[in-house]
C-alpha cells in the first residue's frame, strides 16, 4: 500500500513538471510569435537574433519595431496577464470560491475613479505620462484599505464581510465614475478608452512601473501556496493545523491587491482573465495551490499576449480594446464551464 501511494506521488510529480515544462515552452513560443505578428510582418527567426543581438542583415526599421514597439507592448500584456491570473487564483483560495476575481473587493472601481479623475482634471506628473497610472494605483490601494478596515471586526476579517464591504465600496466609486463621464466633456472619449482596457500606450516607462510591483506580489503569494492549500478545508481546521489564519489572510490580500492596482494602473480594466484563468486551471492542475499558482501565471501570460495580438491585429490599421476580447470570449467560455458543471459540488 505505501508502495503505491509513493509511486503515485512520483507520478503526479512528473506530471506536474511535465505540465510546468510545456506551458514555459508555450510561453516562449507565444512571446517570440507575439513579436513577430503586426503590419510588419517578421520571420520568428529573425526576432531570436535581434532579441539576442545575434549579427544578421535585416532592415534597421525591424530592429526598431521589435526593441522600441512591439517588446514592451508584449511584456507588459504578459506581465498583467500572470499578475491578474495569479491574484484571480489568490482570491478564489481566499475565498474558497471559483467566483472570485481580482476585481471582487472594488478595486477596478477605485482605480477607475482615480484614472477619471485625473484625466478630468487634467493632473500632470513630470511629464505627465505617470498621471493616470498613478492616481488609478493610488486610488486602487486606498479602495482595498477602506474595504478591509470597514470589513474588520475587532482583530478578525470574516470574509463574508469583506465581499459586501468590497461590493458597496466598489458601487460607490462606480458612481463617481459615472459623474466624472457626465462633467468629463471632451475627455469623455479618453475615460472610455482607458476604462475598455488595453495596451496601445505601452512604453518602456510602464514596465519598468510594473514589473517589480507585479513581479514582488505573484511571489509573495507563491511563498503562501501551502497555506491557502490548508485554508481550503476551513478556517478552524488551518487554526488547528497551526496555520495564523488572519495574518495569512492580510498579507495574501494586500500583495493581490498590489499585484490587481499595478496591473490595472498601467492596462486599464481588463476583465476575466483572473476568473475564468484560474478557474480553468484548477480543472486541469487541481486545487493544490503549489501547482496552480505557477501554471495559472503563465496561462494568464500566454492568454493575454495573444489576446492583445489579435487586438491589434483585427482590425489593422486601428485596433480593439482588449477588454472587449477578454470579456467577450471570456464570459460565453465561463458560462460553458459552469453548465458543464452545474451537477458537480465544490471545486
Same mark, same amino acid.
Given at each position: 500500500?505505501?508502495?503505491? @501511494?509513493?509511486?503515485?506521488?512520483?507520478?503526479? #510529480?512528473?506530471?506536474?513538471?511535465?505540465?510546468? +515544462?510545456? =506551458?514555459?515552452?508555450?510561453? $516562449?513560443?507565444?512571446?517570440?510569435?507575439?513579436?513577430?505578428?503586426?503590419?510588419?510582418?517578421?520571420?520568428?527567426? !529573425?526576432?531570436?537574433?535581434?532579441?539576442?543581438?545575434?549579427?544578421?542583415?535585416?532592415?534597421?526599421?525591424?530592429?526598431?519595431?521589435?526593441?522600441?514597439?512591439?517588446?514592451?507592448?508584449? &511584456?507588459?500584456?504578459?506581465?498583467?496577464?500572470?499578475?491578474?491570473?495569479?491574484?484571480?487564483?489568490?482570491?478564489?483560495?481566499?475565498?474558497?470560491?471559483?467566483?472570485?476575481?481580482? /476585481?471582487? =473587493?472594488?478595486?477596478?472601481?477605485?482605480?477607475?475613479?482615480?484614472?477619471?479623475?485625473?484625466?478630468?482634471?487634467?493632473?500632470? =506628473?513630470? %511629464?505627465?505620462?505617470?498621471?493616470?497610472?498613478?492616481?488609478?494605483?493610488?486610488?486602487?490601494?486606498?479602495?482595498?484599505?477602506?474595504? /478591509?478596515?470597514?470589513? @474588520?471586526?475587532?482583530?478578525?476579517?470574516?470574509?463574508?464581510?469583506?465581499?459586501?464591504?468590497? &461590493?458597496?465600496?466598489?458601487?460607490?466609486?462606480?458612481?463617481?465614475?459615472?459623474?466624472? #463621464? /457626465?462633467?468629463?466633456?471632451?475627455?469623455?472619449?479618453?475615460?472610455?478608452?482607458?476604462?475598455?482596457?488595453?495596451?496601445?500606450?505601452?512604453?518602456?516607462?510602464?514596465?519598468?512601473?510594473?514589473?517589480?510591483?507585479?513581479? =514582488?506580489?505573484?511571489?509573495? $503569494?507563491?511563498?503562501?501556496?501551502?497555506?491557502?492549500?490548508?485554508?481550503?478545508?476551513?478556517?478552524? *481546521?488551518?487554526?488547528?493545523?497551526? !496555520?495564523?489564519?488572519?495574518?495569512?489572510?492580510?498579507?495574501?490580500?494586500?500583495?493581490?491587491?498590489?499585484?490587481?492596482?499595478?496591473?490595472?494602473?498601467?492596462?486599464?480594466?481588463?476583465?476575466?482573465?483572473?476568473?475564468? $484563468?484560474?478557474?480553468?486551471?484548477?480543472?486541469?492542475?487541481?486545487?493544490? *495551490?503549489?501547482?496552480? +499558482?505557477?501554471?495559472?501565471?503563465?496561462?494568464?501570460?500566454?492568454?493575454? &499576449?495573444?489576446?492583445?495580438?489579435?487586438?491589434?491585429?483585427?482590425?489593422?490599421? !486601428?485596433?480593439?480594446?482588449?477588454?472587449? &476580447? !477578454? %470579456?467577450?470570449?471570456?464570459?460565453?467560455?465561463?458560462?460553458?464551464?459552469?453548465?458543464?458543471?452545474?451537477?458537480?459540488?465544490?471545486?
Amino acid at each position: 500500500m505505501e508502495e503505491d @501511494k509513493t509511486e503515485k506521488y512520483i507520478e503526479i #510529480k512528473r506530471l506536474r513538471r511535465a505540465i510546468l +515544462l510545456s =506551458l514555459m515552452v508555450g510561453f $516562449i513560443l507565444s512571446f517570440i510569435g507575439a513579436l513577430s505578428i503586426g503590419p510588419a510582418e517578421i520571420p520568428m527567426a !529573425t526576432v531570436f537574433k535581434i532579441l539576442f543581438n545575434f549579427q544578421g542583415s535585416w532592415p534597421e526599421s525591424y530592429r526598431i519595431i521589435v526593441l522600441e514597439v512591439r517588446l514592451p507592448r508584449v &511584456i507588459l500584456s504578459a506581465l498583467v496577464g500572470s499578475g491578474l491570473a495569479v491574484a484571480g487564483c489568490a482570491m478564489q483560495g481566499l475565498f474558497r470560491n471559483p467566483m472570485a476575481s481580482p /476585481y471582487i =473587493l472594488g478595486i477596478s472601481s477605485g482605480s477607475a475613479f482615480g484614472a477619471s479623475l485625473a484625466i478630468v482634471l487634467g493632473i500632470g =506628473l513630470g %511629464a505627465g505620462i505617470f498621471a493616470v497610472p498613478f492616481m488609478a494605483f493610488v486610488f486602487a490601494l486606498l479602495t482595498v484599505f477602506l474595504v /478591509y478596515n470597514i470589513a @474588520k471586526v475587532g482583530e478578525r476579517v470574516p470574509m463574508e464581510t469583506l465581499l459586501l464591504a468590497g &461590493i458597496a465600496t466598489g458601487s460607490f466609486f462606480w458612481a463617481q465614475v459615472s459623474l466624472m #463621464k /457626465y462633467i468629463a466633456g471632451e475627455e469623455l472619449r479618453s475615460i472610455v478608452f482607458w476604462l475598455m482596457g488595453g495596451f496601445w500606450a505601452s512604453s518602456w516607462d510602464k514596465v519598468i512601473i510594473a514589473f517589480p510591483l507585479i513581479v =514582488l506580489g505573484m511571489l509573495v $503569494i507563491l511563498f503562501f501556496s501551502r497555506d491557502l492549500n490548508i485554508m481550503l478545508m476551513g478556517e478552524e *481546521h488551518a487554526l488547528s493545523l497551526g !496555520t495564523d489564519v488572519e495574518n495569512v489572510k492580510k498579507i495574501v490580500l494586500v500583495f493581490a491587491s498590489l499585484i490587481t492596482a499595478a496591473a490595472v494602473s498601467v492596462s486599464g480594466i481588463i476583465g476575466f482573465v483572473g476568473l475564468i $484563468i484560474p478557474h480553468t486551471m484548477r480543472i486541469v492542475v487541481g486545487p493544490d *495551490h503549489r501547482i496552480l +499558482l505557477p501554471s495559472s501565471c503563465l496561462v494568464g501570460a500566454i492568454f493575454l &499576449i495573444w489576446m492583445d495580438t489579435l487586438a491589434r491585429t483585427a482590425i489593422q490599421p !486601428t485596433e480593439l480594446p482588449v477588454g472587449i &476580447i !477578454t %470579456a467577450s470570449l471570456g464570459a460565453p467560455f465561463f458560462l460553458y464551464l459552469l453548465r458543464k458543471r452545474r451537477r458537480t459540488t465544490g471545486w
